[in-house]
């Protein structure tokens, strides 16, 4: 059977076929200088196996919506491998942060990121982590010492001075 198909010659050499389909285009964009005045796409190649810092998350916020001259990037996947992150990390982060946005008179709804409601949200649930109180079940004596080493700066000496003079 003859076909019109003209096939290349094979070679010896093997081609460099990038790891992951969804990186393909990235050398194209690392290799655009110029970004219409956006900043440069740069890719960390690691991952940190850290907690999202503050700017952490004000960068993810900025690739997601495309705003402060950063390319707009929707992927998880891309986002991690430019953040440093695992894939499955920021599809975490971004259902934390997730937010509705009205927009115009118009009733119209826009689900958008906001990395000041995802760092709200994850100190309000790291608060509960830590040990247990070593003072048992005294809530209102360590309420009270709290308040002494918080608002009145008292030192640990001073804290069993004023205890053992007030009782």
Same mark, same amino acid.
């Given at each position: 059977?003859?076909?019109? *198909?003209?096939?290349?010659?094979?070679?010896?050499?093997?081609?460099?076929?990038?790891?992951?389909?969804?990186?393909?285009?990235?050398?194209?964009l690392n290799?655009?200088?110029?970004?219409?005045?956006?900043?440069?796409?740069? *890719?960390? =190649?690691?991952?940190?196996?850290?907690?999202?810092?503050?700017?952490?998350?004000?960068t993810l916020q900025y690739y997601y919506t495309g705003t402060n001259k950063y390319q707009k990037v929707r992927s998880p996947t891309l986002l991690g491998r430019i953040l440093g992150k695992h894939e499955r990390t920021i599809r975490r982060e971004l259902q934390?942060?997730?937010?509705?946005?009205?927009?115009?008179?118009? =009733?119209?709804?826009?689900?958008?990121?906001?990395?000041?409601?995802?760092?709200?949200?994850?100190?309000?649930?790291s608060l509960g982590k830590g040990s247990d109180l070593r003072l048992g079940k005294d809530w209102v004596f360590e309420a009270h010492m709290s308040h002494l080493v918080r608002d009145r700066h008292y030192s640990p000496y001073a804290i *069993?001075?004023?205890?053992?003079?007030t009782g």
């Open positions: 059977m003859n076909s019109n *198909i003209k096939y290349p010659p094979k070679s010896g050499k093997k081609k460099n076929v990038p790891w992951n389909s969804v990186t393909t285009g990235l050398n194209e290799a655009n200088e110029e970004a219409m005045g956006r900043k440069k796409l740069r *890719i960390e =190649p690691a991952c940190t196996h850290t907690h999202f810092t503050w700017g952490e998350r004000v934390r942060g997730l937010v509705l946005h009205e927009v115009g008179d118009v =009733p119209f709804e826009r689900w958008d990121y906001n990395a000041d409601y995802a760092q709200h949200d994850a100190e309000r649930k *069993i001075q004023h205890f053992q003079t």
